[in-house]
């Protein structure tokens, strides 16, 4: 009996966890010489938790792509020193439960830590979710990021091509774990 109540426990709480199919994130700087915009769509996971209202998510800084190899190889080496960090990562809760099993579109955020660069930031993240049939959920939205706050150094020549705050935009597609 205990092994199934275990079971049980096990399985409902699993039922309740939703990973990524699909996950872009993309980013835009738009500064006075210059405009950049990137793009990760496989270096990204997550997952939400919604028996914890947990919330993770991990994104390869390599797995950003831009239209100019330069401007990556940069971005790479100078800015965000990727070998040395290699990921981002978001770790937080939801602020309210949303009904995430009945279909419709609900506004959605999350608190928690932010880590870029190494170093960790407390945001609140927004965005919105749309709960589809069959346990799939679309999130989609966005938040600014300002590298300083991330110890991203810009080289005082480069201050007029690369924008104080960067618009960070995230797309996901979630599925209950079976």
């Known amino acids: 009996m205990k092994r199934w109540l275990a079971t049980l426990c096990l399985t409902t709480t699993w039922a309740q966890r939703y990973e990524t199919d699909t996950l872009v994130i993309r980013f835009y700087s738009d500064a006075p010489l210059e405009k950049i915009a990137a793009e990760n769509k496989n270096g990204c996971r997550s997952w939400i938790d919604f028996a914890t209202d947990s919330v993770y998510v991990q994104v390869r800084i390599r797995g950003f792509s831009f239209p100019n190899k330069l401007m990556e190889e940069h971005f790479n080496e100078n800015y965000l020193e990727s070998d040395k960090y290699p990921y981002a990562y978001f770790r937080g809760k939801l602020v309210a439960p949303f009904p995430y099993t009945q279909p419709g579109t609900y506004a959605v955020s999350a608190r928690g830590m932010i880590e870029i660069h190494g170093v960790r930031r407390e945001e609140v993240l927004s965005g919105v979710y749309e709960v589809k049939p069959q346990g799939v959920l679309q999130l989609s939205g966005r938040f600014l990021v300002r590298p300083t706050d991330y110890k991203i150094k810009i080289p005082r020549l480069l201050w007029e091509k690369i924008a ?10 979630y599925r209950r774990r079976d």
Request: charged content about 30%.
């Open 164 to 173: 104080e705050e960067v618009e960070v935009s995230f797309y996901g597609i």
